[in-house]
């Protein structure tokens, strides 16, 4: 008696063969230490890339919603600080507008935008090439201060 496979039968059958065959590890994949770094993964280079010195900045404007400049005095120095300072956080954030927007005028004519969606402790900053969520008090609270 002659059998005759079909051509599902023959995928099922290979199918059964090929997972048979495949290794099983049961050892996890060891995840990176996140122990000193509360905003997650580090986007490798980033840190480094944001960097800015008090020498590059031409001038430092603060915002309202409504896009008019706030007469206020910033401290150049301690806005660097807490901006070179800040981790690149890689959670999600909510996309809506509160408080000051801080534009930061460089030198070389770029600008860093930072702005607050509400969070006491970050802050989103975008420039012509980058865009981070930042966690860094420091700037999250001269953004929300009244």
Same mark, same amino acid.
């Given at each position: 008696? =002659?059998? /005759? ?5 023959? *995928?099922?059958?290979?199918?059964? *063969?090929?997972?048979?065959? $495949? ?14 770094? &509360? ?10 890339? /944001? ?6 900045? $031409? ?8 896009? /008019?400049?706030?007469? /206020?005095?910033?401290?150049?120095? $301690? ?13 999600? !954030? @909510? ?8 534009? @930061? ?8 935008? *930072? ?16 865009? !981070?969520?930042?966690?860094? &008090?420091?700037?999250? =609270? ?5």
């Amino acid at each position: 008696m =002659k059998r /005759k496979f079909t051509n599902t039968c023959v *995928l099922l059958l290979s199918s059964l *063969l090929l997972f048979g065959c $495949a290794s099983a590890s049961t050892e996890p994949i060891q995840q990176p230490s996140q122990d000193a770094n &509360p905003a997650g993964i580090v986007l490798e280079g980033a840190d480094q890339e /944001k960097n800015i010195t008090v020498d590059e900045v $031409a001038s430092i404007e603060l915002y309202d919603i409504e896009d /008019k400049l706030i007469e /206020k005095e910033v401290n150049i120095e $301690a806005v660097v600080d807490a901006f070179n300072a800040s981790m690149i956080d890689d959670t999600f !954030y @909510i996309q809506m507008i509160t408080g000051y927007k801080m534009v @930061i005028t460089l030198v070389d004519g770029n600008t860093i935008n *930072l702005t607050s969606y509400g969070a006491e402790d970050r802050v989103v900053a975008s420039g012509k090439d980058f865009s !981070y969520h930042l966690i860094s &008090p420091e700037l999250g =609270k001269i953004l929300l201060d009244k």
